[in-house]
């Protein structure tokens, strides 16, 4: 069974901080990884993809990937209260048609 | 350049009736993929269909519930006598190609809101 994890939350950080979301995935052939932010009722929406190992950065956001260990982490810096969602973390399924496996999302509260 | 469109954004049926929803990909695109978000759970894929052909079914249950995308108009996803457990968030998104996803991920569309009672 392919599987996508992470920690449910929340994830409480105060305005301002470094937020950091992890992501671990079951499939070694995986070669595609978003991540996707959900606000409450609407849509998912894509933030970030990484291909390759190591960090991609765009903005404040920063995707960091090790496919030795299986790991992909999304770091927010200067969190904003406008940060606050859910964020799920997707990984290409190994048949590479474009289904995407979902974790169940993490829930980041950024207080003020 | 409209994005993904799907419609209700809403749709309240009582348990038993059939439940409909439409998907409207980007301009373009032939390749649709529907996804199920259940309360508090992340997204599951359902179906993968390209213009005229189911092309991954896998994550569709394997009673009540089809799909299709015919040569001309949306993308149809049809629950046949609605059950409570049917309540849930549906959403669709396109891609101009199935293995375009290296590049650029898919857009989601709005979603249909779907609530049984």
């Known amino acids: 069974q392919k599987e996508v994890e992470q920690n449910s939350g929340p994830l409480s950080v105060p305005e301002g901080a470094i937020a950091s979301l992890n992501c671990t995935y079951s499939d070694r052939v995986s070669q595609s990884f978003f991540w996707y932010r959900q606000y409450s009722g609407k849509s998912p929406e894509l933030i970030m993809s990484i291909y390759s190992n190591g960090d991609k950065e765009d903005g404040r956001f920063t995707a960091q990937l090790n496919k030795a260990s299986q790991y992909v982490s999304l770091l927010i810096r200067d969190s904003q209260p406008s940060d606050s969602a859910t964020y799920l973390c997707a990984v290409n399924d190994a048949s590479n048609t474009g289904k995407l496996i979902f974790g169940q999302g993490t829930t980041l509260q950024v207080k003020p | 350049n409209a994005g993904v469109m799907q419609n209700p954004r809403h749709l309240v049926r009582r348990r038993g009736q059939e439940a409909r929803l439409r998907c409207s990909p980007m301009k373009g695109h032939s390749h649709v993929y529907w996804y199920r978000q259940l309360p508090e759970e992340g997204l599951k894929f359902m179906v993968y269909?390209?213009?005229?052909?189911?092309?991954?079914e896998s994550g569709m249950p394997k009673e009540r519930f089809s799909a299709e995308f015919p040569k001309e108009g949306p993308s149809i996803l049809r629950i046949q006598q609605v059950v409570r457990g049917d309540s849930a968030a549906y959403f669709c998104a396109s891609s101009l190609s199935g293995t375009g996803l290296v590049n650029k991920g898919y857009t989601f569309g709005s979603g249909t809101r779907l609530t049984v009672v």
């Open positions: 269909l390209q213009k005229e052909n189911i092309i991954d």
